[in-house]
């Protein structure tokens, strides 16, 4: 069995102490003043010997894992996916490694999930809630766990999130709507207790009344996701094809537009001319579709970046809270 590389032999190789090289592999050269040239060398002959660190000793060394807990709600979902590749992206430019899961959108399993990951020892975690999960965020904040929350969060309970300002989101949607002249516009967002969702529903009526549209009681639906393309179907009959059927849908998720287009388009329904539509979340589906369907995109880098950067900081023992909205953007295609 070939004998593992260790410091001494890049030491030896380089020509100079195992300190130094020991400075050099753990990022510490500009704080130990090493030259950069004598760096360049040391890390070039670390990579021409395949050297590999020993993580376990560095971990009880340093008390860290170098490891981030992330757990998104549904990996099936392309933004979950997108939210995913980015936060590991950022995570490894500060020398972290992710391991992730994917809840479902179901609280318990969620809770296997950090129970698993806090058996791996991992550092914290970086979490896109399901419904009903408020005790597991009690408990990490119990057992000083640091965290940060993407995507969605919990009004009443403080504590770090990364996430949209989903109200001025859905707003401009619906006011862009508005503008371009629709007054019969109806909503299909899903059942859900979770706050993101519960403000662009508010935005949609706050919107409408700002502008003096009436809303038919009928115009809003709720899908439940277990049973999402059965409600669909039945809300968009009713929506579009009744007598007086809506001009314009605002739709609050990629998975619930992808299946509205899917029923117009077995309906040989035409957009905008029989109906308008706005998405939300971005989708490859939105630009395959043959009218570019608008959409409300959020910014998944910031987002990612935002969230990893607070969860370093609460790692690294600093407590101040992160609690970030930020604004997406109104992509205009052709559908409306």
Same mark, same amino acid.
């Given at each position: 069995?070939?004998?593992?590389?260790?410091?001494?032999?890049?030491? $030896?190789?380089?020509? /100079?102490?195992?300190?130094?090289?020991?400075?050099?592999?753990? !990022?510490? *050269?500009?704080?130990? #003043?090493? @030259?950069?040239?004598?760096?360049?060398?040391?890390?070039?002959?670390?990579?021409?010997?395949?050297?590999?660190?020993?993580?376990?000793?560095?971990?009880?060394?340093?008390?860290?894992?170098?490891?981030?807990?992330?757990?998104?709600?549904?990996?099936?979902?392309?933004?979950?996916?997108?939210?995913?590749?980015?936060?590991?992206?950022?995570?490894?430019?500060?020398?972290?490694?992710?391991?992730?899961?994917?809840?479902?959108?179901?609280?318990?399993?969620?809770?296997?999930?950090?129970?698993?990951?806090?058996?791996?020892?991992?550092?914290?975690?970086?979490?896109?809630?399901?419904?009903?999960?408020?005790?597991?965020?009690?408990?990490?904040?119990?057992?000083?766990?640091?965290?940060?929350?993407?995507?969605?969060?919990?009004?009443?309970? $403080?504590?770090?999130? /990364?996430?949209?300002?989903?109200?001025?989101?859905?707003?401009? !949607?619906? *006011?862009?709507?508005? #503008?371009? @002249?629709?007054?019969?516009?109806?909503?299909?967002?899903?059942?859900?207790?979770?706050?993101?969702?519960?403000?662009?529903?508010?935005?949609?009526?706050?919107?409408?009344?700002?502008?003096?549209?009436?809303?038919?009681?009928?115009?809003?639906?709720?899908?439940?996701?277990?049973?999402?393309?059965?409600?669909?179907?039945?809300?968009?009959?009713?929506?579009?094809?009744?007598?007086?059927?809506?001009?314009?849908?605002?739709?609050?998720?990629?998975?619930?537009?992808?299946?509205?287009?899917?029923?117009?388009?077995?309906?040989?329904?035409?957009?905008?001319?029989?109906?308008?539509?706005?998405?939300?979340?971005?989708?490859?589906?939105?630009?395959?579709?043959?009218?570019?369907?608008?959409?409300?995109?959020?910014?998944?880098?910031?987002?990612?970046?935002?969230? /990893?950067?607070?969860?370093?900081?609460?790692?690294?023992?600093?407590?101040?809270?992160?609690?970030?909205?930020?604004?997406?953007?109104?992509?205009?295609?052709?559908?409306?």
């Amino acid at each position: 069995m070939k004998r593992k590389v260790s410091l001494k032999d890049i030491a $030896q190789k380089v020509g /100079v102490s195992t300190a130094l090289v020991s400075y050099v592999l753990n !990022g510490q *050269e500009k704080q130990k #003043r090493v @030259g950069e040239e004598i760096a360049q060398k040391i890390k070039q002959a670390a990579k021409e010997l395949n050297y590999q660190p020993n993580q376990i000793a560095k971990s009880l060394k340093s008390g860290k894992t170098h490891t981030l807990g992330l757990i998104v709600a549904d990996i099936a979902n392309p933004f979950s996916a997108n939210i995913a590749r980015i936060i590991e992206d950022e995570a490894k430019q500060h020398k972290y490694n992710v391991v992730f899961g994917s809840s479902d959108e179901n609280a318990e399993k969620a809770w296997d999930l950090i129970k698993v990951l806090l058996n791996r020892q991992i550092d914290g975690f970086i979490i896109a809630l399901a419904e009903n999960a408020e005790e597991q965020i009690q408990y990490l904040k119990e057992h000083h766990i640091p965290f940060v929350l993407i995507d969605r969060y919990f009004p009443e309970v $403080q504590a770090s999130y /990364v996430a949209l300002d989903n109200f001025k989101a859905a707003y401009d !949607g619906v *006011e862009h709507l508005i #503008r371009k @002249g629709y007054k019969r516009i109806g909503m299909i967002n899903f059942e859900s207790g979770l706050f993101h969702l519960q403000e662009r529903t508010r935005a949609y009526h706050q919107a409408l009344q700002d502008f003096n549209l009436s809303a038919e009681p009928g115009w809003y639906r709720e899908v439940n996701e277990d049973r999402l393309k059965d409600d669909m179907e039945q809300h968009l009959q009713q929506l579009l094809l009744s007598e007086e059927p809506v001009e314009a849908l605002f739709l609050a998720s990629n998975k619930i537009a992808i299946n509205g287009l899917k029923f117009i388009n077995e309906r040989k329904l035409r957009v905008p001319e029989d109906v308008a539509i706005i998405g939300f979340d971005e989708t490859d589906a939105y630009d395959l579709f043959y009218c570019p369907v608008t959409h409300i995109r959020q910014p998944m880098a910031e987002i990612g970046r935002n969230a /990893v950067q607070a969860l370093l900081k609460l790692i690294d023992g600093d407590d101040t809270q992160t609690q970030l909205n930020l604004e997406a953007t109104l992509v205009v295609k052709s559908s409306c």
